[in-house]
């Protein structure tokens, strides 16, 4: 498939990466010759230094004979503009980046379409549903449901509650028909895919996967029932995220809203016309109005501000007074591992959702069930599998699979199974494999379908 980027920014580097782990034959386009030389390191693809709204540069990179364009520069007029004249110079299917939540509404569909914009991205909204999440589910750093829930995968983690778990090898304490498996963990800055030998330690995120029956099971294991469900959320920064946050925050949540900006406050009034939502104008990092406010009663608190230091700081402050649940955003992917180290909570990177969001969007899978798994140097794929594949010819236990490599659960029929050993995959399974990096393409041979390639990648 002949693919073409135009934004060498964070969304577009992290999407081309995806990408070429299936062979595709794509170019990215950006004017910045230094920001294409940052985005492309290590990268086997086809750069060019042009406008995206030239027409001659769209001709050059190949437009006209191009299955999909795509539009992730920072300027949303741009975005939109390329993409009608990538799809008049005959681009099969276009997608552009958005900063104006109007333009998704149902009644202005039709419109885009018929000016050669197929599908549009909005990056707030998508991060606005990754923090609901996070704060509807307190105890769970992340949740990911498979296939409409068959299969659930929970990132937690471990503290001193959790005493059942540790001093067990993974062999025992999931032994094959136990409810759930433990397919990763994150320890520091190490991911490890587990085997029977390893076990679990103080301050891990371990990656469980089950069925939704067995979640219950699960918190009990971990030892957070105790933990409470978020009836108080505090915000601040008043952004189109935390905007976004508010209209899908669910109604019997009280939110209050601290933005510094007074002008913002006032049109933020405007923009949030809840009775659940107030608006507080100040300083979020000021401890004293954070508790005047109330903080001690609260449990949640997302830092949205577009300062990552200021985020995390002022999730560290939150926890020091008593908050269970921290959301950061950051959109410095460099911070992502300090973050994760300083026990920020769940970690929101607009970015990297946008592009695993546009990667679904390509393969036309269920955009529903896009996780950013924040693990640093691993790969959850859930493969189609394709009749007379590899992993269809011997039970699990003799596939060979490498080290590194690990076959958490299968949906057979829309209901999910867990796979262990003795477990024989079949032709139109979709299976949930997590593998390092380094042996992602290793995949192919067992999943490959006849046409090529792996079905979608979240990363």
Not at 230 to 236: C, P
Not at 402 to 417: L, M
Request: proline share 4%.
């Amino acid at each position: 498939m002949k693919i073409i980027i135009a934004g060498a920014g964070a969304v577009g580097s992290h999407l081309a990466a995806l990408l070429t782990k299936e062979n595709h034959d794509i170019v990215l386009i950006d004017p910045d010759e230094q920001k294409m030389a940052d985005a492309v390191e290590g990268m086997d693809l086809m750069t060019l230094n042009v406008s995206p709204t030239s027409i001659s540069g769209l001709k050059e990179a190949g437009t006209p004979q191009a299955d999909l364009f795509i539009a992730v520069t920072p300027s949303e007029t741009k975005n939109l503009t390329c993409c009608m004249l990538a799809n008049s110079l005959g681009a099969k299917k276009t997608v552009a980046r958005i900063d104006n939540g109007e333009y998704l509404e149902p009644k202005n569909r039709d419109f885009f379409t018929s000016v050669g914009i197929g599908s549009l991205i909005y990056p707030e909204e998508l991060a606005a549903q990754e923090i609901v999440d996070g704060v509807r589910r307190s105890w769970v750093r992340q949740w990911w449901e498979v296939h409409g829930g068959a299969l659930m995968i929970l990132g937690i983690k471990l503290r001193e509650e959790a005493t059942a778990l540790y001093g067990q090898q993974l062999r025992q304490l999931c032994p094959p028909d136990s409810p759930y498996h433990i397919v990763a963990i994150k320890r520091d800055e190490e991911t490890i895919i587990p085997g029977g030998l390893d076990e679990l330690k103080l301050g891990d995120i371990a990656y469980f996967m089950t069925t939704k029956r067995f979640v219950p099971n699960i918190r009990q294991l971990v030892g957070k029932e105790s933990y409470p469900d978020v009836k108080k959320v505090m915000i601040m920064g008043g952004g189109r995220i935390a905007v976004q946050t508010c209209h899908r925050l669910p109604d019997y949540m009280d939110v209050k809203l601290i933005e510094q900006d007074i002008d913002r406050c006032r049109k933020l009034t405007e923009l949030l016309d809840n009775d659940n939502v107030l608006i507080i104008n100040g300083d979020g990092r000021d401890t004293q109005l954070l508790q005047e406010e109330g903080i001690r009663q609260t449990q949640a608190f997302c830092a949205l501000t577009p300062d990552t230091e200021t985020n995390i700081l002022a999730c560290l402050a939150a926890k020091r007074m008593g908050v269970r649940k921290t959301v950061a955003m950051v959109e410095n992917t460099d911070y992502i591992t300090m973050a994760e180290k300083l026990d920020i909570g769940t970690i929101i990177n607009k970015k990297a959702i946008a592009a695993s969001h546009i990667y679904q969007m390509l393969l036309d899978a269920d955009v529903a069930s896009v996780k950013s798994l924040t693990i640093a140097d691993a790969d959850v794929a859930e493969l189609d599998v394709a009749e007379g594949a590899m992993v269809t010819r011997e039970p699990v236990m003799k596939l060979g699979l490498p080290k590194g490599i690990t076959i958490g659960g299968i949906v057979r029929n829309g209901e999910g199974i867990l796979v262990n050993g003795r477990t024989q995959i079949q032709a139109g399974d979709r299976v949930v494999v997590f593998s390092r990096t380094a042996l992602f393409k290793q995949l192919d041979r067992y999943f490959k379908k006849p046409e090529g390639g792996l079905f979608s990648i979240f990363h």
